[in-house]
């Protein structure tokens, strides 16, 4: 859950707050639903309504020496996606805040948890964290805060509601994130092409039944994830987002009319499945003349990848010697449109030269130019011309080491 070091205001409670409060909050609801403003948005709602003065590394600590076991180290309510309706005995729910240490054990002997509605006039939330639907509608929220003084920290956390006019007459009775048939939860840290760290990667879809089997649609659902470094989610979208390599445990949960349900779905990111490595000039150190150089030295990628060696020196040649080249293969099987290879093992020396292309490699170039007009020069012709790329497939694991015979340069492509 979401940690800012707060202080109190000493008019928290006066309406002329809480008025401005809710002007604000008009006017920013209606990001919520991205990824960061949905973690941000609360944080934000909680510090106008209580008056932060001081957030993050501004804190005194601890009044007095703690235990993990006694740390105040997050606020967990007992649900997160709730779906009401306007009519009894559905429009209504008690939600709970927990304070927990950091192994997630609950703590007590804390300040009394606070409950603020986003609307009171649509979703009225009691000082005890009973919530009564008066309104329609599908992007509100209530913040559940609870202060520590002897800590000086505050943690908040976030139930968001959609309010029907009337329940369905189906209840629900299944729920579930696994993924269709001919899918799996694991993707690779960049399965869009050409994706970066940070790039969103997969979406968990939240799939539900009634008492008949029949496919229900009323409810919503609330994601996360167990490791946020590895993996981040959108909270109500359920996009996922590859940090880093591993495995984490991803969430959904939701309580509909009544009914409530949580899922969880193991997912892994793997490695790299395309990347590159720059062939670039560099002068020693006590010379004038120029040398090349792989760069990254070292690239880790994962099981059927794709590497590229980019040379960008236009008169310095290279080439790529394979210490072991038996399992370093073509990628002509992925590129096919032209019928042409792309050559596997060793590479023979060459240079970065749009010039000396032939006409298969000028219709290539050309059939780029019109549908990646981006691209100023595509360098897909390896074997009919002269061009800055060279493209090899890893397809087995292994760790294969290389190196030049004509320049002071070697490298490592580690496949796993």
């Not at 859950?1 to 909050?25: A, D, E, F, T, Y």
């Not at 029949?214 to 994830?225: E, T």
Request: proline share 6%.
């Amino acid at each position: 859950m979401l940690k800012c070091h707060l202080r109190s205001h000493p008019n928290r409670r006066s309406s002329p707050q809480l008025g401005r409060v809710l002007q604000l909050i008009s006017l920013i609801q209606h990001v919520y639903r991205m990824h960061i403003s949905t973690l941000l948005l609360p944080t934000v709602y909680v510090s106008l309504l209580y008056g932060v003065s001081a957030c993050s590394g501004d804190t005194t600590g601890p009044k007095h020496p703690l235990t993990p076991a006694q740390a105040y180290w997050s606020l967990k309510l007992n649900q997160h996606a709730v779906t009401l309706a306007l009519t009894a005995p559905v429009n209504t729910i008690q939600l709970n805040a927990t304070p927990l240490n950091v192994d997630g054990t609950p703590i007590s002997g804390i300040g009394p948890v606070h409950y603020a509605s986003s609307s009171p006039i649509l979703i009225h939330v009691d000082s005890t964290g009973f919530v009564t639907a008066q309104g329609l509608t599908n992007q509100q929220f209530v913040v559940a805060s609870l202060y520590d003084s002897n800590q000086n920290i505050t943690h908040v956390d976030t139930c968001f509601f959609s309010v029907t006019a009337i329940a369905p007459n189906a209840r629900l009775a299944g729920f579930s994130i696994q993924p269709v048939n001919g899918d799996s939860a694991r993707r690779s840290i960049n399965s869009q092409s050409n994706a970066v760290k940070g790039a969103r990667i997969y979406a968990v879809v939240a799939r539900a039944k009634d008492s008949s089997s029949a496919v229900y649609n009323s409810f919503f659902s609330y994601f996360y994830s167990r490791n946020r470094n590895i993996a981040a989610i959108d909270a109500r979208a359920g996009f996922v987002y590859g940090l880093k390599e591993g495995s984490t445990t991803l969430y959904a949960q939701t309580w509909a009319y009544g009914v409530a349900a949580l899922d969880s779905l193991q997912f892994e990111i793997t490695p790299a499945l395309a990347t590159g490595i720059q062939i670039l000039p560099v002068i020693p150190t006590g010379s004038s003349t120029p040398t090349l150089t792989f760069w990254p030295q070292v690239v880790t990628v994962g099981v059927g990848a794709t590497v590229v060696w980019q040379q960008f020196s236009r008169t310095i040649p290279i080439d790529v010697v394979f210490d072991d080249p038996t399992n370093v293969d073509s990628i002509a099987d992925s590129y096919t449109f032209f019928g042409f290879s792309f050559g596997s093992g060793n590479m023979s020396q060459w240079v970065y030269d749009t010039v000396g292309i032939d006409r298969l490699g000028k219709l290539v170039n050309e059939w780029y130019k019109i549908n990646f007009p981006q691209l100023t020069n595509p360098c897909f012709n390896e074997d009919h011309g002269r061009c800055g790329n060279r493209w090899r497939s890893f397809p087995v694991a292994g760790i294969y080491h290389y190196h030049s015979t004509v320049q002071p340069a070697s490298g490592t492509v580690v496949v796993k």
